[in-house]
Protein backbone atom coordinates (compact mmCIF):
# COMPACT_ATOMS: atom_id res chain seq x y z
CA UNK A 1 0.00 0.00 0.00
CA UNK A 2 2.68 2.24 0.77
CA UNK A 3 4.45 1.90 -2.52
CA UNK A 4 0.95 2.59 -4.33
CA UNK A 5 0.61 5.99 -2.33
CA UNK A 6 4.29 6.98 -3.44
CA UNK A 7 3.60 6.34 -6.73
CA UNK A 8 0.55 8.29 -6.58
CA UNK A 9 1.81 11.28 -4.93
CA UNK A 10 4.68 11.48 -6.99
CA UNK A 11 2.77 11.73 -9.96
CA UNK A 12 0.40 14.64 -8.38
CA UNK A 13 3.09 16.28 -7.46
CA UNK A 14 4.93 16.04 -10.92
CA UNK A 15 1.13 17.46 -12.27
CA UNK A 16 1.35 20.15 -10.04
CA UNK A 17 4.52 21.01 -11.07
CA UNK A 18 3.78 20.80 -14.60
CA UNK A 19 0.87 23.28 -13.95
CA UNK A 20 3.05 25.74 -12.07
CA UNK A 21 5.46 26.03 -15.24
CA UNK A 22 2.51 26.60 -17.58
CA UNK A 23 1.43 29.52 -15.36
CA UNK A 24 4.89 30.77 -14.89
CA UNK A 25 5.11 30.55 -18.88
CA UNK A 26 1.83 32.75 -19.18
CA UNK A 27 -0.16 30.26 -21.02
CA UNK A 28 -3.13 28.94 -19.42
CA UNK A 29 -5.48 25.62 -20.32
CA UNK A 30 -7.63 26.02 -23.34
CA UNK A 31 -11.05 27.20 -22.43
CA UNK A 32 -14.46 26.06 -24.48
CA UNK A 33 -14.66 27.61 -27.75
CA UNK A 34 -17.12 29.70 -27.97
CA UNK A 35 -20.70 29.11 -29.98
CA UNK A 36 -20.07 29.50 -33.94
CA UNK A 37 -21.11 32.95 -35.53
CA UNK A 38 -24.23 33.67 -36.35
CA UNK A 39 -24.52 34.54 -40.02
CA UNK A 40 -27.61 35.75 -41.58
CA UNK A 41 -28.85 39.14 -43.54
CA UNK A 42 -32.04 40.48 -44.90
CA UNK A 43 -32.12 41.64 -48.10
CA UNK A 44 -32.27 45.23 -49.01
CA UNK A 45 -35.06 44.95 -51.66
CA UNK A 46 -37.70 47.84 -52.10
CA UNK A 47 -41.35 47.81 -51.06
CA UNK A 48 -40.97 44.26 -49.22
CA UNK A 49 -41.14 44.89 -46.10
CA UNK A 50 -44.70 45.02 -44.15
CA UNK A 51 -44.23 45.26 -40.52
CA UNK A 52 -46.28 45.94 -36.92
CA UNK A 53 -46.40 47.20 -33.46
CA UNK A 54 -49.25 46.52 -31.87
CA UNK A 55 -49.74 46.34 -27.66
CA UNK A 56 -49.13 42.54 -26.29
CA UNK A 57 -47.03 41.32 -28.96
CA UNK A 58 -45.16 39.74 -26.80
CA UNK A 59 -45.70 38.24 -25.19
CA UNK A 60 -48.69 36.99 -27.24
CA UNK A 61 -48.96 36.86 -31.34
CA UNK A 62 -52.49 37.29 -31.16
CA UNK A 63 -51.77 40.81 -31.64
CA UNK A 64 -49.57 40.10 -34.73
CA UNK A 65 -52.85 37.88 -35.91
CA UNK A 66 -55.67 40.30 -35.12
CA UNK A 67 -53.81 42.93 -37.50
CA UNK A 68 -52.95 40.54 -40.42
CA UNK A 69 -56.46 39.38 -40.60
CA UNK A 70 -57.30 43.31 -40.22
CA UNK A 71 -54.40 44.53 -42.98
CA UNK A 72 -55.38 41.59 -45.48
CA UNK A 73 -51.65 40.26 -45.03
CA UNK A 74 -49.56 38.65 -42.85
CA UNK A 75 -46.88 41.10 -42.37
CA UNK A 76 -42.49 39.77 -42.14
CA UNK A 77 -41.65 42.32 -39.22
CA UNK A 78 -42.65 42.84 -35.55
CA UNK A 79 -41.43 45.78 -33.59
CA UNK A 80 -41.14 46.06 -30.29
CA UNK A 81 -39.78 47.88 -27.08
CA UNK A 82 -36.84 46.16 -25.21
CA UNK A 83 -36.39 48.16 -21.52
CA UNK A 84 -32.23 48.33 -20.37
CA UNK A 85 -31.40 45.52 -18.39
CA UNK A 86 -34.19 43.29 -20.22
CA UNK A 87 -32.81 39.92 -21.62
CA UNK A 88 -33.36 39.44 -25.45
CA UNK A 89 -36.62 37.52 -25.50
CA UNK A 90 -35.72 34.23 -27.42
CA UNK A 91 -39.05 32.14 -26.50
CA UNK A 92 -40.71 34.90 -28.29
CA UNK A 93 -38.23 35.55 -31.35
CA UNK A 94 -38.52 31.33 -31.96
CA UNK A 95 -42.27 31.98 -32.07
CA UNK A 96 -42.36 35.07 -34.16
CA UNK A 97 -39.68 32.70 -36.10
CA UNK A 98 -42.39 29.70 -36.99
CA UNK A 99 -44.78 32.38 -38.41
CA UNK A 100 -41.92 33.35 -40.74
CA UNK A 101 -42.38 37.11 -39.18
CA UNK A 102 -39.07 39.17 -38.06
CA UNK A 103 -38.41 40.53 -34.48
CA UNK A 104 -37.86 44.33 -34.97
CA UNK A 105 -36.36 45.02 -31.04
CA UNK A 106 -36.14 49.08 -30.65
CA UNK A 107 -33.78 49.03 -27.01
CA UNK A 108 -34.74 51.87 -25.03
CA UNK A 109 -31.84 52.93 -22.88
CA UNK A 110 -34.03 54.98 -20.22
CA UNK A 111 -32.25 53.08 -17.51
CA UNK A 112 -29.19 53.57 -18.73
CA UNK A 113 -25.97 56.61 -18.44
CA UNK A 114 -25.03 56.94 -21.99
CA UNK A 115 -22.03 58.10 -21.36
CA UNK A 116 -21.00 54.68 -19.67
CA UNK A 117 -22.39 52.68 -22.54
CA UNK A 118 -18.81 52.99 -24.49
CA UNK A 119 -16.52 52.74 -21.47
CA UNK A 120 -17.54 49.43 -20.86
CA UNK A 121 -19.87 49.49 -17.53
CA UNK A 122 -22.72 47.73 -19.45
CA UNK A 123 -20.85 45.35 -21.40
CA UNK A 124 -22.07 42.11 -19.33
CA UNK A 125 -25.18 42.74 -19.62
CA UNK A 126 -25.01 43.69 -23.72
CA UNK A 127 -22.71 40.28 -23.76
CA UNK A 128 -25.72 38.41 -22.28
CA UNK A 129 -27.64 40.32 -25.17
CA UNK A 130 -25.49 39.44 -28.18
CA UNK A 131 -25.37 35.88 -27.21
CA UNK A 132 -28.71 35.23 -26.68
CA UNK A 133 -29.27 36.95 -30.19
CA UNK A 134 -26.51 35.18 -31.71
CA UNK A 135 -27.67 31.49 -30.36
CA UNK A 136 -30.95 32.51 -32.30
CA UNK A 137 -29.11 32.50 -35.43
CA UNK A 138 -32.09 33.86 -37.60
CA UNK A 139 -32.73 37.39 -38.77
CA UNK A 140 -33.20 40.25 -35.62
CA UNK A 141 -33.23 43.95 -36.83
CA UNK A 142 -31.90 45.24 -33.62
CA UNK A 143 -32.27 49.55 -33.08
CA UNK A 144 -30.77 51.74 -30.25
CA UNK A 145 -32.18 55.26 -28.82
CA UNK A 146 -34.83 55.77 -31.24
CA UNK A 147 -35.67 59.42 -32.19
CA UNK A 148 -32.38 60.39 -30.94
CA UNK A 149 -32.63 63.80 -32.76
CA UNK A 150 -36.30 64.55 -31.10
CA UNK A 151 -36.23 66.24 -27.88
CA UNK A 152 -38.77 63.90 -25.80
CA UNK A 153 -36.49 60.73 -24.63
CA UNK A 154 -33.70 61.39 -21.77
CA UNK A 155 -30.90 60.39 -24.65
CA UNK A 156 -32.29 62.57 -27.41
CA UNK A 157 -31.31 65.93 -28.49
CA UNK A 158 -31.02 68.55 -26.02
CA UNK A 159 -30.03 66.09 -23.34
CA UNK A 160 -27.07 63.81 -24.87
CA UNK A 161 -24.10 65.40 -26.91
CA UNK A 162 -24.68 63.67 -30.45
CA UNK A 163 -20.56 62.18 -29.91
CA UNK A 164 -21.80 60.52 -27.17
CA UNK A 165 -24.27 58.99 -28.05
CA UNK A 166 -22.81 57.94 -31.68
CA UNK A 167 -19.79 56.58 -29.19
CA UNK A 168 -22.17 54.08 -27.65
CA UNK A 169 -23.81 53.16 -30.94
CA UNK A 170 -20.64 52.16 -32.09
CA UNK A 171 -19.29 50.20 -28.77
CA UNK A 172 -22.81 48.47 -28.66
CA UNK A 173 -22.73 47.61 -32.72
CA UNK A 174 -18.80 46.48 -32.09
CA UNK A 175 -19.77 44.08 -28.87
CA UNK A 176 -22.45 42.53 -30.99
CA UNK A 177 -20.04 41.68 -34.28
CA UNK A 178 -17.54 40.81 -31.72
CA UNK A 179 -19.42 38.05 -29.65
CA UNK A 180 -20.44 36.61 -33.18
CA UNK A 181 -23.82 37.56 -33.73
CA UNK A 182 -24.01 38.64 -37.18
CA UNK A 183 -27.15 38.08 -37.69
CA UNK A 184 -28.81 41.40 -36.75
CA UNK A 185 -29.83 44.28 -39.08
CA UNK A 186 -28.55 47.80 -37.45
CA UNK A 187 -31.44 50.28 -37.81
CA UNK A 188 -30.52 53.85 -36.94
CA UNK A 189 -33.69 55.38 -36.13
CA UNK A 190 -34.69 58.77 -36.47
CA UNK A 191 -37.62 61.30 -36.41
CA UNK A 192 -38.94 63.27 -38.85
CA UNK A 193 -37.38 66.35 -39.13
CA UNK A 194 -39.75 69.02 -37.58
CA UNK A 195 -40.12 71.52 -34.97
CA UNK A 196 -37.88 70.66 -31.36
CA UNK A 197 -35.92 67.91 -34.00
CA UNK A 198 -31.94 68.84 -34.50
CA UNK A 199 -30.30 68.22 -37.69
CA UNK A 200 -29.86 64.45 -38.27
CA UNK A 201 -25.91 64.31 -39.40
CA UNK A 202 -24.59 65.12 -35.74
CA UNK A 203 -26.01 61.51 -34.34
CA UNK A 204 -24.77 59.51 -38.06
CA UNK A 205 -22.63 56.71 -36.31
CA UNK A 206 -21.22 55.98 -39.91
CA UNK A 207 -22.25 53.30 -42.74
CA UNK A 208 -19.83 50.70 -41.17
CA UNK A 209 -22.30 50.67 -38.33
CA UNK A 210 -25.31 50.81 -40.02
CA UNK A 211 -27.29 49.07 -42.25
CA UNK A 212 -30.74 50.66 -42.77
CA UNK A 213 -32.18 53.71 -41.43
CA UNK A 214 -35.42 53.93 -40.03
CA UNK A 215 -37.69 57.18 -39.92
CA UNK A 216 -40.33 57.62 -37.32
CA UNK A 217 -43.54 59.83 -38.89
CA UNK A 218 -47.12 60.02 -39.00
CA UNK A 219 -49.90 61.80 -40.76
CA UNK A 220 -52.17 63.05 -38.16
CA UNK A 221 -53.95 66.31 -39.91
CA UNK A 222 -55.94 67.27 -43.21
CA UNK A 223 -52.63 68.69 -44.62
CA UNK A 224 -50.28 66.07 -44.38
CA UNK A 225 -49.07 64.04 -47.21
CA UNK A 226 -46.62 61.17 -47.65
CA UNK A 227 -44.07 64.18 -49.12
CA UNK A 228 -44.95 66.69 -46.42
CA UNK A 229 -44.24 64.35 -43.84
CA UNK A 230 -41.29 62.23 -45.22
CA UNK A 231 -40.02 63.87 -47.88
CA UNK A 232 -37.32 66.62 -46.61
CA UNK A 233 -35.84 64.03 -44.32
CA UNK A 234 -35.90 61.25 -46.95
CA UNK A 235 -33.43 63.84 -48.65
CA UNK A 236 -31.35 64.87 -45.88
CA UNK A 237 -30.78 60.92 -45.09
CA UNK A 238 -29.80 60.27 -48.84
CA UNK A 239 -27.72 62.97 -48.81
CA UNK A 240 -26.23 61.29 -45.76
CA UNK A 241 -25.81 57.82 -46.66
CA UNK A 242 -27.07 55.51 -49.43
CA UNK A 243 -28.37 52.81 -46.79
CA UNK A 244 -31.57 51.67 -47.75
CA UNK A 245 -34.57 53.37 -45.50
CA UNK A 246 -37.70 52.29 -43.58
CA UNK A 247 -40.89 53.82 -41.89
CA UNK A 248 -40.17 52.28 -38.97
CA UNK A 249 -42.99 53.68 -37.26
CA UNK A 250 -46.16 55.31 -39.13
CA UNK A 251 -49.39 55.23 -39.38
CA UNK A 252 -52.78 57.62 -40.54
CA UNK A 253 -54.68 59.11 -37.91
CA UNK A 254 -59.00 59.66 -38.28
CA UNK A 255 -58.34 63.01 -37.46
CA UNK A 256 -56.08 63.32 -41.57
CA UNK A 257 -59.01 63.56 -43.02
CA UNK A 258 -59.69 61.58 -46.03
CA UNK A 259 -57.63 58.04 -44.26
CA UNK A 260 -58.55 56.26 -47.08
CA UNK A 261 -56.82 58.35 -49.32
CA UNK A 262 -54.01 59.32 -47.19
CA UNK A 263 -53.27 55.41 -46.83
CA UNK A 264 -52.81 55.13 -50.59
CA UNK A 265 -50.69 58.16 -50.57
CA UNK A 266 -48.77 56.72 -48.09
CA UNK A 267 -47.79 52.91 -50.27
CA UNK A 268 -47.83 55.05 -53.03
CA UNK A 269 -44.83 57.23 -51.48
CA UNK A 270 -42.63 54.70 -50.02
CA UNK A 271 -42.64 53.05 -53.18
CA UNK A 272 -42.11 56.36 -55.31
CA UNK A 273 -38.56 57.04 -53.32
CA UNK A 274 -37.57 53.34 -53.42
CA UNK A 275 -38.40 52.19 -49.34
CA UNK A 276 -37.62 48.93 -47.83
CA UNK A 277 -41.73 49.46 -46.57
CA UNK A 278 -42.94 50.49 -43.77
CA UNK A 279 -43.99 49.67 -39.58
CA UNK A 280 -47.60 50.40 -38.94
CA UNK A 281 -48.34 51.98 -35.42
CA UNK A 282 -51.36 49.80 -34.60
CA UNK A 283 -51.89 51.39 -30.89
CA UNK A 284 -54.71 53.80 -29.34
CA UNK A 285 -52.54 56.17 -28.41
CA UNK A 286 -53.17 58.32 -25.29
CA UNK A 287 -50.10 60.20 -24.65
CA UNK A 288 -47.54 61.90 -26.69
CA UNK A 289 -48.31 64.71 -29.47
CA UNK A 290 -50.21 62.90 -31.74
CA UNK A 291 -53.17 61.45 -29.63
CA UNK A 292 -55.10 59.41 -31.74
CA UNK A 293 -56.36 55.53 -32.98
CA UNK A 294 -54.22 54.26 -34.76
CA UNK A 295 -55.82 50.56 -34.89
CA UNK A 296 -56.97 49.24 -38.30
CA UNK A 297 -59.32 46.77 -36.29
CA UNK A 298 -62.60 48.07 -36.02
CA UNK A 299 -62.21 51.02 -38.86
CA UNK A 300 -62.97 49.47 -41.81
CA UNK A 301 -62.29 52.26 -44.21
CA UNK A 302 -58.91 52.40 -43.60
CA UNK A 303 -58.61 48.45 -43.49
CA UNK A 304 -60.29 48.34 -47.02
CA UNK A 305 -57.59 50.84 -48.08
CA UNK A 306 -54.46 49.50 -46.44
CA UNK A 307 -55.42 46.11 -48.04
CA UNK A 308 -55.54 47.43 -51.33
CA UNK A 309 -52.00 49.67 -50.30
CA UNK A 310 -50.23 46.27 -49.44
CA UNK A 311 -51.39 44.03 -52.28
CA UNK A 312 -50.95 46.41 -54.76
CA UNK A 313 -48.02 48.11 -54.06
CA UNK A 314 -45.59 45.70 -52.07
CA UNK A 315 -43.61 42.45 -53.37
CA UNK A 316 -45.69 39.89 -54.17
CA UNK A 317 -43.77 38.11 -51.92
CA UNK A 318 -42.73 39.33 -48.76
CA UNK A 319 -39.40 38.50 -46.87
CA UNK A 320 -39.77 36.08 -44.13
CA UNK A 321 -37.24 35.68 -40.92
CA UNK A 322 -35.26 32.48 -42.24
Do not use: C
Not at 153 to 163: I, L, R, T
Amino acid sequence: MRSGLAVILAVLLAAAALGGAVFRLGLTAPSPARQQTAHASLAPNQASYLGVFSPGAPPSYDPIASFAQAAGRKPNLLEYFSGWAEPFDTSFAETLHKHHVIPLVQIDPTDATIADIPKGTYDDYLRSYAASVRNFRHNVVIGFGQEVNASWYSWGYGHVPASTFVAAWRHIVTLFRDEGAQNVTWLWTIQVDGPGTGPIASWWPGASYVDWVGLDGFLYRPTDTFTSVFGKTINQVQTLTGKPILLSETAVGPAAGNVYAKIQDLFQGLVKDGLLGLVWFDEDQHAGIYHQDWRLEGNQTAQASFSLGASDELSATLPTGQ
